[in-house]
T-cell receptor
């Protein structure tokens, strides 16, 4: 497709379970970002990928959160031992990351509910 | 540090009214500034942007001017429509900071016929 896609669109899980969220960026976009949108915290940056490497992981809230990117394309955000405070919408964005063209394009998000 | 402050919502207007949503920022370096919009049930969409001082971004009748002297990027529209009802987010991006976006809290706009 033409835009950023994410799956699943909704995920309900029980506290303590692990979840994996997937992001498919726009083809050719080398930069990929994960953000989280929650009621209490607004929109927060989580992690940034350039190609397959993650030079900025400063937004990951705990070591239960991890992410990887393979082939310079698809990325997976994994949350281990989920907690209720992890409930949020997880957004992925991608960009060309070229000077003068840094605009980030967002996917529709994955709505995570931890019971 | 880098931060964005937006006026709190909700903002409630009648159709054809004038809209202003205030946004101010604090940043090291020279940020690019953005307005994103989130319509009900949809994802974040870029509305407009400005990359340097005195630039004006515009789209769909919305405008915002990058004011370095007042560190502001206020969003304006001369005549709102019901279809403009959404949440609007102001954001900054500092070059050299891996281009991550720092968002304001968002302002909900409700336009009534």
């Amino acid at each position: 497709g033409a835009g950023v896609s994410q799956s699943p669109s909704n995920k309900v899980t029980e506290k303590g379970k692990d979840v994996e969220l997937r992001c498919d960026p726009i083809s050719g976009h080398t930069a990929l970002y994960w953000y989280r949108q929650s009621l209490g915290q607004g929109l927060e940056f989580l992690i940034y990928f350039q190609g397959n490497s993650a030079p900025d992981k400063s937004g990951l809230p705990s070591d239960r959160f991890s992410a990887e990117r393979t082939g310079g394309s698809v990325s997976t955000l994994t949350i281990q031992r989920t907690q209720q405070e992890d409930s949020a919408v997880y957004l992925c964005a991608s960009s060309l990351a070229q000077r003068g063209e840094e605009t980030q394009y967002f996917g529709p998000g994955t709505r995570l509910l931890v019971l | 540090g880098n931060s964005v402050t937006q006026m709190e919502g909700p903002v409630t207007l009648s159709e054809e009214a004038f809209l202003t949503i205030n946004c101010t920022y604090t940043a090291t370096g020279y940020p690019s500034l953005f307005w994103y919009v989130q319509y009900p049930g949809e994802g974040l969409q870029l509305l407009l942007k400005a990359t340097k001082a005195d630039d004006k971004g515009s789209n769909k009748g919305f405008e915002a001017t990058y004011r370095k002297e007042t560190t502001s990027f206020h969003l304006e529209k001369g005549s709102v429509q019901v279809s403009d009802s959404a949440v609007y987010f102001c954001a900054l991006m500092v070059s050299g900071g891996y281009n991550k976006l720092i968002f304001g809290a968002g302002t909900r706009l409700a336009v009534h016929p």
